[in-house]
């Protein structure tokens, strides 16, 4: 079998990776667990968009915010600490010590935006007349969603794919069990729909807890973590700091949107809106997310050998994975565009219904998006990802000025092509970035 699919990745393409008994493995754990929790999250949102148009409206808003804090901090803190940890985990004994860094790191980062959380609840209930409830399930379903970013980033980078798998089937499962119970004991509302989500990602985030803390299994003296810290903490803040302004850039293009449409339209298009960007990122984003954690560890590990043939080989893997995810996106939209009316109404109700070419570009549109993400490994596993600040920056600009205009002159379609063009801008950037990269620094 293992041999059938090696063959079948070489004649794809893809001759840089081989398979092996305990690759298959785990992505047999990823897959199934992908596929099961797609089941779930399409179950979750037929509940959640129960609430009508204008409470889902509601909802995109406030889950965008939780968006923010992790594009613009905790997912930077993800990405320095996944890309290091190849480095720092060299022994049982400086994996411990590595994790145990990160960890502290993340309580510290945790207490600081409890802080902000209980400003934000005060905020609420003073100034806009939201009830306790309300203030509180959302400030808590943000936080501890952000929280939750860095620490599944390291599971993967340390292939804990079956407990990654079991702990996201399981979290869908109490998402909807609790979802259930709230429909059929009161009026699903949107407070109750944040209050059942909250405390489904609760539970399992003290579960992730628990595994991280597992892995931390050699006892290291102080002076070695002092060490580590000050070598790992040095190279990981400078590598974080354009992902934290990439971050708020990556905020404004693909959470910007939905304020623009809130802005100009009404909410229940903000909710029409928000259904169809949660089709697309519950389906195919989720697939490419699979392919791409299979993947990203292998290709950081061969750059970090230091050995040219090996990093020819992760460049390889990236140019195969970057076609295979316009292939990917491409194939999808074309379903969405034939069936997309069939899937909004399974999902929820006829006033959910888009228009079928708006489904297609933007699911187009967000697949250039990934092309160009996937294409910028290349950046990352070289150490230098502040070569993409400038792209970044281009289409994000392009992206809002494009939203506000073209949401004024015609609405969600203005939207969807604003997405399609900065993306293209910033996919043909990217490889403009990549030729120069490795010219400089040949792989």
Same mark, same amino acid.
């Given at each position: 079998?293992?041999?059938?699919?090696? =063959?079948?990745?070489?004649?794809?393409?893809?001759?840089?990776?081989?398979? +092996?008994?305990?690759?298959?493995?785990?992505?047999?754990?990823?897959?199934?667990?992908?596929?099961?929790?797609?089941?779930?999250?399409?179950?979750?949102?037929?509940?959640?968009?129960?609430?009508?148009?204008?409470?889902?409206?509601?909802?995109?808003?406030?889950? #965008?915010?939780?968006?923010?804090?992790?594009?613009?901090?905790?997912?930077?803190?993800?990405?320095?600490? &996944? =890309? /290091? /940890?190849?480095?720092?985990?060299?022994?049982?004994?400086?994996?411990?010590?590595?994790?145990?860094?990160?960890?502290?790191?993340?309580?510290?980062?945790?207490?600081?935006?409890?802080?902000?959380?209980?400003?934000?609840?005060?905020?609420?209930?003073?100034?806009? *007349?939201?009830? $306790?409830?309300?203030?509180?399930?959302?400030?808590?379903?943000?936080?501890?969603?952000?929280?939750?970013?860095?620490?599944?980033?390291?599971?993967?980078?340390?292939?804990?794919? =079956?407990?990654?798998?079991?702990?996201? $089937?399981?979290?869908?499962?109490?998402?909807?069990?609790? @979802?259930?119970? !709230?429909?059929?004991?009161?009026?699903?509302?949107?407070?109750?729909?944040?209050?059942?989500?909250?405390?489904?990602?609760?539970?399992?985030?003290?579960?992730?807890?628990?595994?991280?803390?597992?892995?931390?299994?050699?006892?290291?003296?102080?002076?070695?973590?002092?060490?580590?810290?000050?070598?790992?903490?040095?190279?990981?803040?400078?590598?974080?700091?354009?992902?934290?302004?990439?971050?708020?850039?990556?905020?404004?293009?693909?959470?910007?949107?939905?304020? $623009?449409?809130?802005?100009? @339209?009404?909410? +229940?298009?903000?909710?029409?809106?928000?259904?169809?960007?949660?089709?697309?990122?519950?389906?195919?984003?989720?697939?490419?997310?699979?392919?791409?954690?299979?993947?990203?560890? #292998?290709?950081?590990?061969?750059?970090?050998?230091?050995?040219?043939?090996?990093?020819?080989?992760?460049?390889?893997?990236?140019?195969?994975?970057?076609?295979?995810?316009? &292939?990917?996106?491409?194939?999808?939209?074309?379903?969405?565009? $034939?069936?997309?009316?069939?899937?909004?109404?399974?999902? #929820?109700?006829?006033?959910? &219904?888009?228009?079928?070419?708006?489904?297609?570009?933007?699911?187009?549109?967000?697949?250039?998006?990934?092309?160009?993400?996937?294409?910028?490994? &290349?950046?990352?596993? @070289? *150490?230098?990802?502040?070569?993409?600040?400038?792209?970044?920056?281009?289409? !994000?600009?392009?992206?809002?000025?494009?939203?506000?205009?073209?949401?004024?002159?015609?609405? @969600?379609?203005?939207?969807?092509?604003?997405?399609?063009?900065?993306?293209?801008? /910033?996919?043909?950037?990217?490889?403009?970035?990549?030729?120069?990269?490795?010219?400089?620094?040949?792989?």
């Amino acid at each position: 079998m293992i041999k059938i699919l090696n =063959r079948t990745l070489a004649l794809v393409g893809v001759k840089d990776l081989r398979l +092996t008994n305990d690759h298959v493995a785990q992505l047999s754990w990823l897959g199934w667990g992908q596929i099961i929790s797609l089941v779930l999250s399409l179950v979750s949102i037929k509940l959640t968009t129960s609430i009508g148009p204008v409470g889902y409206g509601q909802f995109v808003l406030i889950t #965008s915010l939780g968006g923010l804090l992790s594009l613009s901090f905790f997912g930077p803190l993800e990405q320095g600490f &996944v =890309r /290091y /940890y190849f480095e720092f985990s060299k022994s049982e004994e400086q994996k411990s010590a590595y994790l145990r860094i990160v960890f502290n790191t993340l309580k510290i980062a945790a207490g600081i935006l409890c802080l902000i959380g209980i400003v934000a609840v005060v905020i609420g209930i003073i100034f806009f *007349q939201k009830t $306790v409830l309300f203030m509180v399930s959302a400030s808590v379903l943000i936080i501890i969603s952000v929280i939750s970013t860095p620490i599944a980033g390291l599971f993967n980078a340390m292939k804990l794919r =079956r407990e990654i798998s079991i702990i996201q $089937v399981l979290e869908k499962v109490f998402i909807v069990a609790f @979802l259930l119970l !709230a429909a059929a004991t009161m009026a699903l509302d949107l407070t109750f729909v944040m209050v059942a989500i909250t405390s489904s990602m609760a539970i399992f985030l003290v579960v992730r807890i628990w595994i991280y803390l597992k892995q931390i299994n050699v006892r290291s003296s102080k002076e070695s973590i002092n060490h580590l810290k000050s070598e790992s903490g040095k190279k990981i803040i400078v590598y974080c700091l354009p992902f934290i302004f990439w971050g708020w850039l990556s905020w404004f293009q693909f959470n910007g949107e939905r304020w $623009v449409v809130n802005g100009f @339209l009404t909410m +229940t298009d903000v909710g029409k809106y928000g259904l169809s960007a949660s089709i697309v990122n519950n389906s195919v984003v989720l697939a490419y997310g699979v392919f791409i954690q299979f993947l990203t560890p #292998s290709i950081y590990d061969k750059f970090s050998t230091g050995n040219n043939a090996e990093k020819k080989k992760g460049y390889g893997l990236i140019k195969t994975a970057s076609l295979l995810t316009f &292939v990917l996106f491409c194939a999808f939209g074309v379903l969405l565009y $034939v069936g997309g009316e069939q899937i909004i109404h399974l999902l #929820s109700t006829k006033e959910y &219904v888009i228009d079928a070419l708006l489904l297609f570009l933007l699911t187009v549109g967000l697949g250039i998006f990934y092309v160009g993400q996937t294409l910028a490994l &290349v950046g990352f596993a @070289l *150490q230098k990802p502040s070569a993409y600040i400038i792209p970044k920056i281009v289409s !994000a600009i392009l992206s809002m000025a494009g939203y506000i205009i073209g949401c004024m002159w015609i609405g @969600l379609f203005g939207i969807v092509i604003s997405i399609l063009v900065s993306n293209v801008v /910033y996919l043909v950037s990217v490889m403009l970035i990549n030729r120069k990269l490795l010219f400089t620094q040949p792989v």
